[in-house]
Nanobody, 121 residues
């Protein structure tokens, strides 16, 4: 069984910073892409940032220049550094990883439980 455990959410004032972490645990042979998504109240879940196993990244337009995604492949962990936070960044942030348990199996998606980020004005 594979689990993703997120941490680092909380309450911050506008203009502040937070760093989210997501660690994968379990019997994992490999992790392909990893990403961060968010869901604000009354809205659909949206992609925030994505990173491939080789380190290529892409971001939602709304966070470009403010957020940075990174990963530590040795520890099956991804991070989201969030700077210059705005009230509209308030949401539950979810980690996602494409994992496989053995070389013979396909990758499958695993989701974390979510961590709440609240940005006050």
């Amino acid at each position: 069984q594979v689990q993703l455990v997120e941490s680092g959410g909380g309450l911050v004032q506008a203009g502040g910073s937070l760093r989210l972490s997501c660690a994968a645990s379990g019997t994992i042979f490999g992790i392909n892409a990893m990403g961060w998504y968010r869901q604000a109240p009354g809205k659909e879940r949206e992609l925030v940032a994505h990173i491939t196993s080789g380190g290529s990244t892409n971001y939602a337009d709304s966070v470009k220049g403010r957020f940075t995604i990174s990963r530590d492949n040795a520890n099956n962990t991804t991070y989201l550094q969030m700077n210059t936070l705005k009230p509209e960044d308030t949401a539950v942030y979810y980690c996602n990883a494409q994992c496989r348990l053995t070389p013979a199996l396909r990758y499958f998606a695993v989701w974390g439980q979510g961590t709440l980020v609240t940005v006050s004005s």
